[in-house]
Every structure is written in C-alpha cells, then in structure tokens.
T-cell receptor, first 115, second 121 residues
Framework: AQTVTQSQPEMSVQEAETVTLSCTYD???????LFWYKQPPSRQMILVIR??????QNATENRFSVNFQKAAKSFSLKISDSQLGDAAMYFC????????????FGSGTKLNVKP | GAVVSQHPSWVICKSGTSVKIECRSL??????MFWYRQFPKQSLMLMAT?????????EQGVEKDKFLINHASLTLSTLTVTSAHPEDSSFYIC?????????????????FGPGTRLTVL
C-alpha cells in the first residue's frame, strides 16, 4: 500500500528566508507522480509543484523547488524568498501514473511566515 | 483553465436529514471524480471514486448506504449524506481528472473543487 508521511506538523519561517518541508513515501510502483499542494484558509487546494518519478531532474516553479530522491523515497519542498502569502497548509501527495488514479496525501505541514 | 465547482459551499442541517452535495466539471468531461473528506486540521481522506455510468467504488471503512454517490452525467457527480449526524460534520472536497480533452490525454492533472463545509446540528 502507498503511504505518504510528513513528519513536520508545523514550521515557521521569516519573511524572505528559505524553508524546506519534508516528505517521505512508500510504494512498490516505479511510475508515479509526486505533488505538493497548498491549502490556504479558503481551503481550495492549489497545486504548487509536480514531479514525475521517471525524471531525474528536480522540478522547479519560480520560488518553489523540490529535492526528489527516488531511491530514498524522499520528496522535499524548498520555498525560497518566503512571502506572507505562502502561509498555508502544505500537503505532499502521491499518485500512480495511471489515468484516473487517486491521490494519497500526507498529513500536512502548517507553514507560518513571520513578517 | 479547467474548473471544478461544488454546490453548496456551506450547508447546515438538522440531525437525521439528508444533504446532497454537487460536484461539476465546468469545461471538461469527467468520467471519474473523487470524493474526499477533511476534518479540521487534518489531511484529505479519500472516501470514494465516482464513475459515470457505473457504481461508485468506496474506500474501506466508508459506509455505502450512508454516503450515496451518483455520477449522473459526464459533468456531474453528487454525494448525498443520508440521515446525517453531528459526526458527519466535515469538509467535503471533490476532484476530477480531465482525462481526454482537446485531443490530449491528461494523466498528470486533476482539478479540485473549492469544497463544501457540512455542519450537522
């Protein structure tokens, strides 16, 4: 069974600083996606970044980047130049690379950004 | 971009009544939709997979008779919480993969609805 683990329930970062959120997962599959979703107080799920397991290169999206270690089954999110608007719950998620497949979510990390 | 809507966004009902929540894909056809439940300060837990034209697939521990799912068309799935009780109070979120759209097969994308907050008194 697939499991996703986020070991940091809550983290804080100073505005303009860098923070890294951790995620590990367990799967016997070789072809899958990993995601980081942001859930602000509105509770709308917002895709932050996506990584295809078959790609060795780490995904980046502006201030957001990941460190994908497939062998270690680790998938961390780095947020650079943190902004007040980054404050939210962040969920790591796994999904098999199969059409119409479901997500497995981690327990989430609440990120606080201090001005 | 593709949008998924949910209605209502917030509903309050009395214990023992039934509540229907709609999930619509606005600019794409969704043969499959997923229903999640999220308790305060917790993660999203998959409840069931809704399939157009066939029965929904429920996750282990989810009561089929309690949470009725109907995928009425390629753009609409409904979740009915029957005989709701206070412990059913939660945030319900649907998601939908666009699948084949505009000649392209989307295996990597799903769109989430904005969620429905259910409060049972």
């Amino acid at each position: 069974a697939q499991t996703v683990t986020q070991s940091q329930p809550e983290m804080s970062v100073q505005e303009a600083e860098t923070v890294t959120l951790s995620c590990t997962y367990d799967t016997s599959e070789s072809d899958y996606y990993l995601f980081w979703y942001k859930q602000p107080p509105s509770r709308q799920m917002i895709l932050v970044i996506r990584q295809e397991a078959y790609k060795q290169q780490n995904a980046t999206e502006n201030r957001f980047s990941v460190n994908f270690q497939k062998a270690a089954k680790s998938f961390s999110l780095k947020i650079s130049d943190s902004q007040l608007g980054d404050a939210a719950m962040y969920f790591c998620a796994y999904r098999r690379r199969v059409l119409f497949n479901k997500f497995y979510f981690g327990s989430g990390t609440k990120l606080n950004v201090k001005p | 971009g593709a949008v998924v809507s949910q209605h209502p966004s917030w509903v309050i009902c009395k214990s023992g009544t039934s509540v229907k929540i709609e999930c619509r894909s606005l600019d794409f056809q969704a043969t499959t939709m997923f229903w999640y439940r999220q308790f305060p300060k917790q993660s999203l837990m998959l409840m069931a997979t809704s399939n157009e034209g066939s029965k929904a697939t429920y996750e282990q521990g989810v009561e089929k008779d309690k949470f009725l799912i109907n995928h009425a068309s390629l753009t609409l799935s409904t979740l009915t919480v029957t005989s709701a009780h206070p412990e059913d109070s939660s945030f319900y979120i649907c998601s939908a993969p666009p699948g084949l759209a505009g000649g392209r097969m989307y295996t990597d994308t799903q769109y989430f609805g904005p969620g429905t907050r259910l409060t049972v008194l």
